[in-house]
């Protein structure tokens, strides 16, 4: 079955940085864009980026551009999210989550990872 | 920025009720998504491209709209489906969720 596990958060002070993982497995990770989403504590959920399936596409929420960078390893079956310059409105919750576009079709199912606690904090 | 507004912010209703939810865009927008969320848990996706049910969704769940004005409409709430819900527009970048409904037990 598909899974998607994050890894990577933690406690960081401001202006520092943090790289998050998402393994993915039970699907061919190479054929789908995958995208970050986050939600800060007992609020709603805010769009972070998206990746292409072949990495040659990003976009990015206005609140993290130019500080955050989504990548992928497709060798590795990872997606990744480099943070810097780390705000204490970045903390978060931060889901991987899968695109539901392939191959010119929507799917039906949209997997979520269980998502990976980021504080920033002095 | 595509905003979205959802409405009400709180819906207080009782099992076998309908629940009718409402999201506004600021801009027409063609690809609205719908997404479910109980406490401690990932938001699961319930209905998207405006009423195209997800894997596991049930019929009681009914997407519609166009243009600026989607609703999401659970016909007869069963204890489940009392939880947050949130609008997504997926057309154009970057994409924006609404603030959320929490449907909740009167």
């Known amino acids: 079955q598909v899974q998607l596990v994050e890894s990577g958060g933690g406690v960081v002070q401001p202006g520092r940085s943090l790289r998050l993982s998402c393994a993915a497995s039970?699907?061919?990770?190479?054929?789908?864009?995958m995208q970050w989403v986050r939600q800060a504590p007992g609020k709603g959920l805010e769009w972070v980026a998206i990746?292409?399936?072949?990495?040659?596409?990003?976009y990015y929420g206005d609140s993290v551009k130019g500080r955050f960078t989504i990548s992928r390893d497709n060798s590795r079956n990872t997606l990744y999210l480099q943070m810097n310059s780390l705000r204490a409105e970045d903390t978060a919750v931060y889901y991987c989550v899968r695109e539901p576009y392939v191959a010119g079709q929507t799917l039906p199912d949209e997997p979520w990872g269980q998502g990976t606690l980021v504080t920033v904090s002095p | 920025e595509i905003v979205l507004t959802q409405s009400p912010a709180t819906l207080s209703l009782s099992p076998g009720e309908r629940a009718t939810l409402s999201c506004r865009a600021s801009?027409?927008?063609?690809?609205l998504a719908w997404y479910q969320q109980t406490p401690g848990q990932a938001p699961r996706l319930v209905i998207y491209?405006?009423?195209n049910r997800a894997t596991g969704t049930p019929a009681r769940f009914i997407g519609s709209g166009s243009g600026t004005d989607f609703t999401l409409t659970i016909s007869s709430l069963e204890p489940e489906d009392f939880a947050v819900y949130y609008c997504q527009h997926r057309g154009t970048w970057p994409r924006t969720f609404g603030q959320g409904t929490r449907v909740e037990i009167k």
């Open positions: 801009q027409s927008v063609e690809y």
């Open positions: 039970g699907f061919s990770f190479s054929r789908f864009g």
């Open positions: 491209d405006v009423f």
């Open positions: 990746i292409w399936y072949d990495g040659s596409e990003k």
